[in-house]
């Protein structure tokens, strides 16, 4: 156990080393990622639900995170840092709700 506090204390102080933009604008947008991204496994451990519910939400969330990280590599940073603010952090969890919502519909329907 101590080992893993010290890699996730590890992972945490490494955070602001992925910003090689000049400024700190981008650590605002690594903060939402990284926010949700603990967010998102935290509550997927903590709601009782089938598994295989919580692979098919985990499934959407990495897969929505990176085809978020795909769009939004081309565009410009400052022209667009509002917009890419907003991807990160709607586009992966409007799709998991969406996901969880039709999933849902699923299990009622049967």
Known sequence: ???????????????????????????????????????????????????????????????AVLTVMIVINRLPFFRNMTLINILVGGAPLLSVLVAYLLAQLKYKGH
């Open 1 to 63: 156990m101590k080992n893993l506090k010290g890699v996730t204390l590890l992972c945490l102080l490494l955070l602001p080393s992925w910003a090689f933009a000049h400024g700190e604008q981008i650590l605002y947008t690594i903060c939402i990622l990284a926010g949700l991204i603990i967010s998102f496994f935290i509550l997927i451990l903590a709601i009782r639900m089938p598994y295989a519910t919580k692979a098919l939400l985990t499934t959407v969330y990495i897969v």
